[in-house]
């Protein structure tokens, strides 16, 4: 079995900070890590192979330095790791994205066979579109199963893959025919710790590095910038809100002692509304 | 598969161990550098100041990309009351050279490409992964370590121990002693970002070149320690340590003495209007000569802080760090190619490569110093009367000159006494020496 895992490099959402001056985004420093969610798909696809036999190719599009987030997947177990990279991929939204993943993962295909499986992260922590996993299935022709909360049953000899996908109001259970795309939940599984073994081979394994010529792609319109109809019109630090949140002691537990103690507070910090509600109560 | 045997195992990739690393790969040998941190500089902290030389031994070109803030043309030394500081300031046009000799940097940032280096230049890094013992075979040699990840333990001719001051293999397999309260200091910085132009109006500074402060004084508390600040390009470091067997006897905390000393007159108006980016604290080894342990045994060798190899009088670390690392590395690779095993007899060259360097010989010059500076006088009794005395003598209010002179000297003996005086010079004169 051949199971594909795409994966980001993201900077570190919790540590990105805004600059107090020009109030733009401070990516200066920034830590980068591995798109959360894409770890939980790859989890998933290690325990699929480790149960029934195959490789797990890791694959991702991003600048140079996004090796180190492959590299990590290696330490994790994954058997093979391809980075996409040219300068003509800056820029790129979710269409431009999934058009070059989508012959990234064909180019996959023609060295290493077909994939089975191919999961994406639900969404990323820097663009939080979840649309490049659907996108890519749609662009590969392939069933896609989103908001997979938990794998029910695999059946490589019938080719048919179960799941529980959550949606709204419920939790659908889903069976389809390999091969097919799959996008994990947040929460499904926690990351293994790779074995000494897996960690020495995972620094050993060459990352296997693509431009866009030699992952077949000719049509550069549609790639970075030029292919992106998306447009950033603006970046705004939101305006901190100066309102505080404050607890009020009750004494007494019932409906009425809660109500008393709420509106003397109210009126305590809002006397105008105070004396307006006096005087109307007064008129009654 | 046959058991794999790297050349040498180098615990670490602070500054002692990628020099090491660094050192032993280019030498060709094969080498496997395990670090606990997510990625090399994650879990360093420092002020944080290079001093170039050290490093231009071992990567002569660093300065095409490694990652350097300010290179510093001005030195200011401080002491410090409450109310004020006295000062001296070294600035000067030679400091503008091409190959300047101190930087300050961001070690988060400087680690990691040092790190790039290594690896480019051969060795393997693992990062996430600690070492939790120490192997040895039969009699007692060292031959390989274990991690906290499954799998069998991983061998090698020789461990180098660059774990850092608070490093536990070392200790655990009983070569060093877990390093005494009064011979290591706790030291809290925090980072805060201005704007570039703040800083080189601020600062008098021009392009890239930069300042630093040393500060002694009240700011101690009576405690033994200093206080810095150091110039980045778009942050200022500021930062204190002491002893932390004098914050334990004394119950103060680090960052209350840090938030005083930032709020100190003199230092206030130059974090104006600045956002605290990070907040770190870190050990630092400051036992001196006297506190080096065993350096070298039946397949192990110990560079670094966990050498405890920081000239605490002179603010350096990292160089001595980088230093120790590459003479580990030299003394490992040259028993190598002579085929001589790595036994406590053949590794001693270690001892006296570091013997031969400015490394011990700086040390030894000041090995009791650590013991003198273990007087409240100094950090208290001093920076007030010399203030005092500054105040006195600048200020126009009548009184004749002469009078003036008389009274400094007689504040002076008032406080200290004659004895007390001759006593504490003769103990600085006598540990400088």
């Known amino acids: ?284 | 598969m046959a058991q794999e045997k790297f050349d040498a195992i180098v615990v670490g990739a602070g500054p002692s161990g990628n020099a090491c690393a660094f050192s032993l790969a280019t030498r060709g040998l094969k080498v496997l550098q395990l670090e606990r941190g997510e990625y090399p500089g994650s879990k360093n902290v420092q002020g944080a100041i290079l001093y170039a030389d050290a490093l231009e031994g071992l990567v002569g070109d660093f300065r095409e990309d490694a990652p350097l803030e300010r290179h510093i043309i001005e030195q200011r030394i401080w002491m410090m009351d409450d109310r004020s500081f006295c000062g001296a300031h070294y600035r000067s046009e030679d400091f503008n050279e091409d190959r300047p000799n101190r930087y300050t940097i961001i070690r988060a940032q400087f680690d990691k490409w040092f790190s790039r280096r290594v690896v480019q230049a051969g060795a393997l890094l693992l990062c996430e992964t600690t070492v939790v013992e120490l192997i040895r075979d039969a009699d007692g040699k060292v031959i390989g370590v274990r991690t906290d990840r499954d799998g069998d333990p991983i061998y090698a001719d020789v461990v180098v121990l660059a774990e850092g001051v608070s490093g536990l293999v070392g200790a655990r397999a009983g070569l060093r002693a877990v390093p005494p309260p009064d011979t290591v200091a706790l030291a809290v910085k925090e980072m805060h970002f201005l704007p570039r132009e703040t800083i080189e109006a601020r600062f008098n500074l021009q392009g890239d070149e930069g300042v630093v402060i040393e500060a002694a004084g009240t700011i101690t508390k009576g405690m033994t320690g200093t206080g810095f600040l150091y110039t980045n390009k778009e942050s200022i470091s500021i930062g204190i340590g002491c002893l932390i067997s004098d914050f334990a006897d004394q119950g103060q905390t680090p960052y209350g003495l840090l938030e005083s000393f930032k709020a100190h007159p003199s230092i206030k108006p130059l974090l104006a209007g600045s956002e605290v980016k990070e907040y770190a604290a870190h050990m630092i080894p400051e036992g001196g000569y006297k506190a080096i342990p065993q350096l070298f045994g039946d397949g192990w060798l110990i560079v670094g802080d966990a050498g405890q190899f920081v000239n605490a009088v002179h603010r350096e670390g990292s160089n001595l760090a980088m230093t120790t690392g590459r003479l580990a590395a030299e003394t490992i690779a040259d028993l190598k190619s002579r085929h001589a095993p790595p036994t406590a007899a053949n590794l001693a060259s270690y001892k006296a490569r570091l013997d031969d360097s400015f490394v011990m010989k700086d040390l030894k010059k000041y090995k009791n110093l650590p013991g003198t500076l273990h007087n409240k006088h100094l950090f208290t009794t001093y920076p007030q009367l010399l203030s005092k005395a500054a105040q006195t003598w600048f200020r126009v209010d009548g009184l004749d000159k002469k009078s003036k002179e008389n009274a400094i000297v007689k504040s002076f003996f008032q406080t200290r006494r004659l004895k007390g005086l001759i006593g504490d010079v003769l103990g600085m004169a006598r540990a400088w020496r």
């Open chain 1, 1 to 284: 079995m051949h199971i594909v895992v795409c994966v980001k490099q993201v900077p570190d959402s919790a540590q990105i900070r805004v600059h107090p001056v020009t109030n733009t985004i401070m990516r200066q420093g920034v830590p980068t890590i591995i798109n959360p969610y894409d770890l939980f798909s790859l989890e998933e696809a290690l325990r699929l192979r480790d149960r029934h036999g195959g490789e797990v190719t890791v694959v991702t599009m991003g600048p140079p330095m996004a090796d180190t987030a492959l590299r990590k997947c290696l330490t994790f177990g994954a058997d093979r790791a391809v980075l996409l990279t040219d300068r003509f991929f800056a820029g790129s939204d979710t269409l431009a994205t999934s058009y070059a993943l989508s012959f990234l993962i064909k180019k996959v295909s023609e060295n290493w066979g077909a994939p089975d499986l191919i999961f994406c992260g639900k969404q990323t922590i820097d663009g939080d579109t979840a649309q490049v996993g659907p996108g890519v299935a749609k662009r590969l022709n392939l069933l896609q199963l989103t908001y997979v909360s938990k794998i029910e049953s695999f059946d490589m000899e019938a080719r048919e893959i179960t799941v529980d996908r959550r949606a709204e109001g419920g939790i659908q259970v889903l069976k389809t025919k390999l091969p097919c795309l799959i996008t994990m939940l947040e929460g499904t599984n926690d990351i293994r710790r790779g074995s000494i073994e897996d960690a020495l081979r995972g620094a050993r394994t060459e990352i296997i590095t693509w431009n866009a010529a030699q992952a077949g792609i000719t049509d550069l319109t549609l790639c970075g910038l030029r292919g992106s109809p998306t447009i950033v019109k603006k970046v705004f630090a939101p305006k901190p809100r100066d309102e505080k949140a404050f607890q009020i002691e009750v004494e007494g537990k019932s409906m009425s002692d809660i109500s008393d103690a709420l509106i003397a507070e109210i009126g305590k910090r809002q006397p105008v509304l105070e004396r307006d509600m006096l005087k109307g109560a007064m008129s009654y």
